[in-house]
């Protein structure tokens, strides 16, 4: 019994490392082309050679006529999903805090009946009248910020998350005098660490690979975002392979150190999703 266990548990091992190689291999490939000498790319899969000319290319005029038009996709990423991430904690948070902790609070079951209604549809379908509403806006930094800074499972995430919280640590401040922004403040967001991290990244993370809506409001090469930018300047068997490898890797770098930095409270806020 006990050599059996030993064989499934290695059996165990071997498959676990074998799908984690396979999931990571594409992200290897995506770095090794970006460091190869340009007529080997697509060609090596360990390198033999080194070059830095695929980012070089990026930090000049880049194939798209103007120069550092990559590093102003890269500031265009950056300036808009770190705000949409950091709108869509506070309102999830004012409002998952409402909804569940304000106990004269009138129309709950209004709100949220009204974000289960909404969840039950796949966002592309607002596509268009969040544009035709947007459009105003078109090429601008609120344009791309504001439609997408409400996020309907932030707002889950925090109600669900509050009403786990005993409520008698609220009614002790609200009788000490506290109104419902110093309660906010120093009780309710310290206490959703995790939460809040898991939201802001999830939310940073899927703003800053979004596609659709970035290339119908800014269509100016100026305000474009790297992901568009990617998939607007490079065709999959162009002649530019290089630099796309290089951006693609430019891409996955902030959600890598964003990870990195805050993956003890990314666990957290997973284990409790899996309460």
Partial sequence: MKRKKTVRTAAAAVLTVILLMISLFPFYYMV????????????????TGFTL????????TGGA?????????????LAVSLPT????????????????????????KFIMD?????????TIILLVPKFMISKGMSNSYPGMILPLSVSTWAIFMYINYFRTL??????????????????IRKIAFPTTKSITTIVFLSIFMGRWSELMWDMLISPKVEMQTLNVLISTQFKPMGNYP????????????P????FLCFSKYFKEGISFMLK
Avoid: H
């Fill in 32 to 47: 090794v082309q970006s460091i190869l000498p340009w007529d080997r790319i697509d060609k090596e899969l360990i390198p």
């Fill in 65 to 77: 006529g103007k120069s550092y038009i990559w590093l102003r996709a890269l500031w265009n990423s």
């Fill in 114 to 122: 009204s974000l289960l209604f909404q969840m039950f549809f796949p």
């Fill in 255 to 258: 959600i890598i150190v964003l």
């Fill in 166 to 183: 005993p409520d008698a640590v609220f009614e002790a401040a609200k009788i000490d005098g506290a109104g419902p922004l110093v309660i």
């Fill in 53 to 60: 000319r695929s980012y070089e290319y990026l930090m000049g």
């Fill in 85 to 108: 991430a950091v709108i869509s904690v506070v309102c999830g948070l004012l409002i998952g805090y409402a909804v569940t902790k304000l106990s004269r609070f009138n129309g709950k």
């Fill in 242 to 253: 290089g630099p796309m490898y290089a951006a693609s890797v430019i891409l996955t770098l």
